[in-house]
C-alpha cells in the first residue's frame, strides 16, 4: 500500500460527518482532476469523504479497499477515467474487476456490497464527480453501520460471525534458496 493510501485509511474514521466516513481512490488524470476543478468552482464535497490521489485506478487493490474499511471506513469508492479513456490503457477495466471482487467478498462473509462502488468521469466533469461523492455518501448514510470491536479494527457481520477475510494480513512471503 502507497504511504498516501496508508495514512488515508488510517484516518478513515476521523471524519467529521457524523457517523460515517468514506475514502475515495482517485485518479490523478481524470477523478482527482475533477475533485480539484470542484473545489475550485466552490462545489462542496460532504465532509465525510477522504480523497487518496493515486496514479491509475488500476494501482487500487483489494486489499486497499478492505484494509481502508477494517481501518474504519463506512464505504469506499474508486473514481477513474470513463472506460476505454485510461491514460495507462486498462487501469480502469481492472478496477472495475477488483471492486467487483470487493463486493462479492463482502457480500460473503455478511457485509453490505453497497459499501464499494466504482464511478467513472473525465477530468472535465466535475459536476459528475460531486454528484458520485454525494450519492457515495447518501448511499452509506442509509446503511447500518459496521459492526466494530472496542479497538475500532475487527468486525462482526450482521449475523454475529468474524469477517476475517478483511482485516487479516497477507501470509508473510519467504525467499526459497536453491
Not at 6 to 21: D, E, L, M, V
Not at 45 to 72: D, F, K, N, W, Y
Not at 95 to 108: G, H, M, N, P, Y
Request: net charge positive; with cysteine.
Amino acid at each position: 500500500m502507497t504511504a498516501t493510501a496508508t495514512s488515508a485509511t488510517a484516518t478513515a474514521g476521523t471524519a467529521t460527518s457524523p457517523g460515517r466516513s468514506i475514502v475515495a481512490f482517485c485518479c490523478r488524470e481524470c477523478a482527482y482532476a475533477a475533485a480539484d476543478a470542484s473545489a475550485n468552482a466552490r462545489r462542496p464535497l460532504p465532509p465525510s469523504v477522504r480523497l487518496v490521489l493515486m496514479p491509475c485506478t488500476g494501482r487500487v487493490s483489494p486489499l486497499h479497499l478492505l484494509r481502508a474499511l477494517a481501518e474504519g471506513a463506512d464505504g469506499v469508492m474508486v473514481a477513474g477515467c470513463l472506460l476505454g479513456q485510461c491514460h495507462y490503457r486498462e487501469g480502469n477495466f481492472n478496477a472495475v474487476d477488483r471492486v467487483a471482487f470487493v463486493q462479492r467478498l463482502l457480500e460473503s462473509v455478511g457485509v453490505e456490497p453497497e459499501r464499494c462502488r466504482m464511478f467513472t468521469m473525465s477530468a472535465g466533469e466535475p459536476p459528475k464527480f460531486v454528484a458520485a461523492v454525494r450519492e457515495m455518501d447518501r448511499v452509506v448514510g442509509g446503511l447500518p453501520p459496521l459492526p466494530r470491536s472496542s479497538d475500532g479494527q475487527s468486525r462482526t457481520t450482521h449475523d454475529g460471525t468474524r469477517a476475517a477475510a478483511a482485516s487479516q494480513q497477507p501470509p508473510a512471503r519467504t525467499r526459497r534458496t536453491a
